[in-house]
């Protein structure tokens, strides 16, 4: 059974950092591309951060670029999202998801939420002084 299950979140103050983590069973997240999004209250899903199968191609949303690294440890079938300078805007639950396709470094496939076939629960960020 496909199992995704976030950890990390909590309630950090504009500026600081955050480490999001996703643990990954029924399947090695090695062999799969993955990603972070994200959903505000009140708002839609949000793509933030796709690493690829390999593990050497990674992509981020304006929004998060240079802020964010995606990351992933294939020895414990872990994801990672380590998330810095922190604003108000990135207030929101996140939640990884494999995704189905194919590597490709196109945005617009990779931020289409169709294309990923399970989710975790979500870990809730709360940006806030």
């Known amino acids: 059974e496909v199992q995704l299950v976030e950890s990390g979140g909590g309630l950090v103050q504009p500026g600081g950092s955050l480490r999001l983590s996703c643990v990954a069973s029924g399947f090695f997240v090695s062999s799969y591309g993955m990603s972070w999004v994200r959903q505000g209250l009140g708002k839609g899903l949000e793509w933030v951060s796709f690493i690829n199968s390999g593990g050497d191609s990674t992509i981020y949303a304006d929004s998060v670029k240079g802020r964010f690294t995606i990351s992933r440890d294939n020895a414990k079938n872990t994801l990672y999202l380590q998330m810095t300078s922190l604003k108000s805007e990135d207030t929101a639950v996140y939640y990884c998801?494999?995704?189905?396709?194919?590597?490709?470094?196109?945005?617009?496939?990779?931020?289409?939420?169709?294309?990923?076939?399970?989710w975790g629960q979500g870990t809730q960020v709360t940006v806030s002084s």
């Open positions: 998801a494999k995704y189905t396709l194919g590597d490709t470094r196109d945005t617009r496939v990779i931020a289409t939420m169709t294309n990923y076939d399970y």
